[in-house]
């Protein structure tokens, strides 16, 4: 399985085939989805930088912004993109975590278990609220794109069983983040049948609900948990066919590009941050296709 790799202007157009079905393209988001021609892409699935929450050690990271204002109109730019490289009846799913207020703190240690929890930066108490509020920022985000012309369809509770444990005594541990569903249009791709679950007594199926008990999935080379591919899964055969292309603008150790290969689709995928992308690349070439069908 080879990938293709680009580290430069005009990517375009995608040669999708058998044997390079995934395309990485590096730079930063804001830059290369203004490269990318219109009505593109079947479904857009991503995971964002969370605001304060990491630090991926590049300037100008989206996520490192001074206030939270800042950050929802970054994120809702660069979706705005997303939005006109979609096909008409493409969809677009957000993967998004609320946070909390650092509390006056300006950085953060490594944890032993998690070492990508270390932070050169923390931002201060956005205006308004007070230390050790939760933010809410994954509805703020959402009701934003909401405001900018999305369609928002589905609020999907990602309940993680394996959640991380938290040293907190004054509220509870957090389990979830959201998975946003959102449309370009009125009336769009969406194949139900694809993601049916089975009833309890087995005998038939039933549509799919909004909580999705899915494992993290931990990657030795990031020190962190990954975008878990049971968690792409759903999306990629809900928003696509067979032999569709699916976007990644964040795509970081490149999970979207691995399911899109075991699910017959084809990947482009943006990443700012080199080391990333040489994990995606290692990860995608052990990746096993399925009997996979030529595109474009």
């Known amino acids: 399985m080879n990938v293709q790799y680009v580290n430069g202007s005009n990517p375009w157009p995608i040669r999708c085939n058998q044997r390079e079905p995934v395309q990485i393209i590096s730079g930063d988001v804001r830059d290369k989805l203004k490269e990318i021609p219109d009505n593109i892409f079947h479904t857009c699935i ?4 969370y605001w304060g929450m990491r630090d991926y050690g590049h300037d100008n990271q989206i996520g490192a912004e001074e206030t939270l204002p800042e950050y929802v109109k970054n994120l809702v730019s660069c979706f705005r993109d997303v939005r006109r ?3 008409v009846d493409g969809t677009f799913w957000l993967n998004i975590g609320n946070t909390y207020t650092s509390g006056g703190r300006a950085w953060r240690d490594k944890d032993i278990k998690n070492k990508g929890r270390a932070m050169s930066y923390r931002p201060d ?10 933010i809410g920022v994954a509805w703020m985000v959402a009701m934003a794109l909401q405001l900018d012309g ?3 369809r589905s609020d999907i509770i ?3 069983p394996n959640c991380q444990p938290e040293s907190v005594k004054d509220r509870v541990t957090v389990s979830h983040e959201y998975l946003f569903m959102f449309s370009k249009s009125e009336n769009y791709y969406f194949d139900q049948e694809a993601i049916k679950e089975t009833t309890a007594d087995g005998r038939s199926r039933k549509n799919k609900r909004t909580i999705w008990s899915i494992n993290t999935e931990p990657c030795k080379e990031a020190h962190f948990a990954v975008f878990p591919r049971a968690l792409v899964r759903p999306c990629i055969l809900a928003g696509s066919p067979k032999g569709g292309i699916v976007l990644d603008p964040f795509f970081g150790s490149g999970t979207v590009g691995v399911v899109a290969i075991e699910t017959e689709r084809t990947c482009v995928g943006v990443e700012a941050k080199p080391d990333y992308i040489e994990i995606a690349k290692n990860r995608i070439n052990a990746a096993t296709p399925s009997l996979f069908m030529d595109c474009l």
């Open 85 to 87: 490289v979609l096909r």
């Open 125 to 134: 108490t956005p205006k308004g609220l007070k230390p050790k509020d939760l």
């Open 150 to 152: 999305w369609y928002l």
């Open 46 to 49: 991503t995971s964002p930088p």
């Open 158 to 160: 990602w309940h993680k």
